[in-house]
């Protein structure tokens, strides 16, 4: 058996967040997409697009400055370690958004990649359902469905050797299994009969 809620796996998504509060006794400030802890660690508008970023480290913060044409950034004493950058979180991420804006996400990608730090791409929700990964890993997946024929859905997102996922049924359709679930709840062929009489189902 296994027992979990939606709430309880939503507050482990708080790992970082939830940490501070813990450890501190302080509630959790608002950071968008930023990391409580790191920064800069999140997503920037560029020319054309938007890309994530997690410099994680120092040394990956100077790569970054680097990378982006102030390396003067890395002597700043506001920006040098981790811990002043999280105090002047304001100045940092203006400062790499000002830097960012100037060419597209794709090209900042190819050019921090090769300066090692992490980064990818914002897709929108066509995109990543496009995206080779998620064709290659069956995340979209087409099934025949009564009421609209060829209907496209997501597919599973984990895989198991023995047991192997596929879509078996489409959603229901409306009503679809109103009598099915009446009867299980006790309900005999005729009351349900009265109650679609009566416009009730």
Same mark, same amino acid.
């Given at each position: *058996? ?5 709430? =309880? ?8 967040? &939830? ?26 508008? /560029? ?17 970054? %400055?680097? %990378? ?21 979180? $304001? ?5 790499? #958004?000002?830097?960012? &804006?100037?060419?597209?996400? =794709? ?7 090769a300066a090692g730090l992490p980064?990818?791409?914002?897709? /929108?929700?066509? $995109?990543?359902?496009?995206d080779p990964q998620a064709l290659?890993?069956? *995340?979209? $997946? ?17 895989? *198991?050797?023995? /047991?192997? /996922? ?9 009503? #679809?299994?109103? $009598? ?13 009969? #009265? ?7």
């Open positions: *058996m296994v027992d979990l809620s939606l709430f =309880e796996t939503g507050l482990t998504l708080l790992a970082n967040v &939830a940490s501070n509060h813990l450890a501190s006794g302080r509630d959790a400030g608002r950071f968008g997409n930023g990391h409580p802890n790191i920064v800069p660690y999140r997503s920037y508008a /560029t020319r054309a697009g938007a890309l994530a970023l997690a410099v994680g480290n120092d040394a990956q913060f100077a790569r970054l %400055a680097a %990378a982006v044409a102030h390396p003067e950034w890395a002597a700043d004493p506001r920006l040098a370690t981790n811990a002043a950058r999280v105090v002047n979180r $304001e100045v940092v991420d203006r400062l790499v #958004q000002e830097a960012l &804006a100037g060419e597209s996400a =794709e090209a900042w990608i190819a050019r921090l990649r980064c990818g791409r914002v897709s /929108t929700v066509a $995109e990543a359902l496009a290659a890993r069956a *995340m979209v $997946e087409t099934i025949d469905h009564p009421a609209v024929g060829p209907f496209r859905a997501l597919g599973f997102p984990f895989t *198991m050797a023995g /047991t192997p /996922t596929r879509l078996r049924r489409p959603p229901p359709t409306l009503g #679809q299994h109103t $009598e099915e679930i009446l009867g299980e709840l006790g309900l005999e062929s005729a009351e349900i009969a #009265q109650l679609r009489g009566d416009g009730a189902i």
